[in-house]
């Protein structure tokens, strides 16, 4: 079966702009993640998913970040009033359930904040 | 603070040569996985590893894990320009759902 898959997969947008990103899981994965990765750095954890359980929010940076998602299918990642900080590889990842199960990524979208 | 940090930070090496990478977390695990990246995009899985494990094989890697010591090692036998690419560690802790990534090691394979 398909891949995750994340869109787009380049934004270019101007300080202050709100932006939405979005992943699509594979298919009968019920855990989601989403990561930052700034230029030349690890992985930053934001956010997770699993199945219906109230998602853990404890990366997220600040309240202009939240994210949804859509039963075991579809997330949005909103970033809310961007800022030049927030240029970032946003990545997602799902597994087939948490636990420590290796984790699938998608190819990240490259957000740029002018 | 990160919980993993790898080192070397880069590594260069001639193309048939091991590569040697190394992983070091700060508080016990449950498992231990090693990803890597190209281009800066999605990570690929390379291999796992459980805290009542010592070591592990997949083709060419060698994984092992020292939970006393608290770190691990990621080894590239008989390297190919393929396997040029950033390598990240990453540890779960019991109880927790979401795995910590390290820094990474930036690998390039000199043909």
């Known amino acids: 079966g398909a891949g995750v898959s994340q869109s787009p997969s380049n934004k270019v947008t101007e300080k202050g702009k709100d932006v939405e990103l979005r992943c699509d899981p594979i298919?009968?994965?019920?855990?989601l993640y989403w990561y930052r990765q700034r230029l030349g750095q690890g992985l930053e954890f934001l956010i997770y998913f699993q199945g219906n359980s109230a998602p853990d929010k404890s990366g997220l940076p600040s309240d202009r970040f939240s994210a949804e998602r859509t039963g075991e299918s579809v997330s949005t990642l909103t970033i809310q009033r961007t800022q030049q900080e927030d240029s970032a590889v946003y990545l997602c990842?799902?597994?087939?359930?948490?636990?420590?199960?290796?984790?699938?990524f998608g190819p990240g979208t490259r957000l740029t904040v002018l | 603070s990160q919980q993993g940090e790898e080192d070397p930070q880069a590594l260069s090496i001639q193309e048939g040569e091991n590569a040697t990478m190394n992983c070091s977390y700060k508080t016990s695990i449950n498992n231990l996985q090693w990803y890597r990246q190209n281009s800066g995009r999605g990570l690929v899985h390379l291999i796992l590893i459980r805290s009542n494990e010592r070591e592990k094989h997949s083709g060419r890697l060698r994984v092992t894990l020292d939970t006393s010591k608290k770190s691990s090692s990621l080894l590239i036998t008989a390297s190919r320009a393929a396997d040029t690419a950033s390598y990240f560690c990453?540890?779960?802790?019991?109880?927790?759902?979401?795995?910590?990534f390290g820094t990474g090691t930036r690998l390039t394979i000199i043909p």
């Open positions: 990842a799902s597994s087939r359930w948490a636990s420590g199960n290796e984790q699938f």
């Open positions: 298919s009968g994965h019920t855990a």
């Open positions: 990453a540890s779960l802790r019991f109880g927790n759902e979401k795995l910590t």
